[in-house]
């Protein structure tokens, strides 16, 4: 998949471009059928599959740092969308300049004559231009006018999670919940977080005897507060663990933490970038009596975890 981060450094438009255009947080199956549909297409037409997406989040930028957390940092919802098979991959670098282009601007200078697009699919929602003036009756016409072809994808609806539509906000609120179950059934995929391991208060190994890799999130969604079975990822591996959501209620410091404990794994990562993958949520948080009642329940959480974990092990 070719990228993009910069519109100026396309000097000729694609052959055929079949064009998409979002945020795609998450990637989730309605993104992916959205993606399906443009690869489709452009294989019909001997063409470009083209997505175009923003960083950052134009919430952020319009907004003034007042967005949802995202669902899928950039590194990895650029893999997702390679991983959909699209060609090329747009990031557009956003900007209150480029919130201010008019509608016609956008499709007609961009789309149509920089990047070449014979086709577009969008949602039903979707929306283009400065304050949003453009629309998708308003895209109708632009197609008429300009010569190119417009789909409009149904919504995705998820029959596993209450008839509801499929949709980052949904996710998020169910990733919020706790509910990561549901929440995969709306990705595709589970839940993942990544980052790089950092030193936490060193209590996993020195006084629990159950060493602990900590997380500092960036501008990502975490899962409601608790204990999940997880698959972590590690330097191409994938391992199984616990992960540890909260604030410690029986130091009683109140610190919050993500922290993942891998099983059967004994190497010094600190400084490396794992990825967690939340498969099940265990338990909520809860304040114990002291330290030896906290290893009992942390005992009892592995080797619930191992079961819940051995059918992705091939144990």
């Known amino acids: 998949m070719k990228i993009i981060q910069n519109i100026e450094t396309i000097k000729e438009p694609f052959k055929s471009a079949v064009i998409t255009i979002g945020n795609f947080d998450g990637v989730h199956i309605g993104h992916q059928a959205l993606f399906h549909e443009v690869i489709e297409m452009a294989e019909a037409m001997d063409g470009t599959a083209v997505a175009m997406t923003f960083d950052p989040h134009p919430i952020r930028v319009i907004t003034r740092n007042g967005h949802p957390p995202l669902i899928t940092l950039y590194e990895q919802k650029q893999e997702l969308i390679q991983k959909a098979g699209i060609d090329v991959l ?3 670098p956003f900007t209150m300049d480029f919130a201010a282009l008019s509608a016609r601007t956008f499709v007609e200078d961009i789309l149509v004559k920089r990047i070449g697009m014979k086709a577009i699919v969008v949602g039903q929602d979707y929306t283009f231009g400065n304050n949003r003036e453009g629309n998708v009756d308003l895209l109708r016409r632009y197609a008429e006018e300009m010569g190119f072809k417009l ?6 609806q998820s029959s596993t999670v209450d008839n509801d539509r499929i949709s980052s906000t949904a996710i998020r609120e169910l990733v919020m919940g706790g509910q990561i179950e549901k929440a995969r059934k709306m990705l595709g995929r589970n839940y ?4 790089t391991v950092a ?3 060193d209590r996993g190994g020195k006084l629990l005897g159950i060493p602990t890799a900590n997380i500092n999130l960036q501008d990502e969604l975490c899962p ?3 204990v999940y079975a997880v ?3 590690y330097d191409g591996q994938r391992y199984p ?3 540890n959501i909260g604030y410690s209620p029986t130091f009683d410091d109140y610190i919050f933490t993500v922290e993942a404990h891998i099983l059967d794994f004994n190497k010094d990562i600190y400084g490396q970038k794992i990825m967690v993958n939340f498969v099940e949520r265990l338990r909520n948080e809860k304040k114990f009596s002291g330290i030896a009642e906290l290893v009992e329940q942390i005992d009892r959480d592995i080797a619930k ?3 819940i974990l051995a059918p992705h092990f091939g144990k």
């Open 90 to 92: 747009i990031c557009i």
């Open 151 to 156: 789909i409009v994808a149904d919504w995705i």
């Open 192 to 195: 993942q977080i990544r980052g």
């Open 199 to 201: 030193h936490g208060r």
């Open 224 to 226: 409601k507060v608790g």
């Open 231 to 233: 698959i972590v990822h």
């Open 241 to 243: 663990g616990v992960a």
């Open 305 to 307: 975890a191992r079961q």
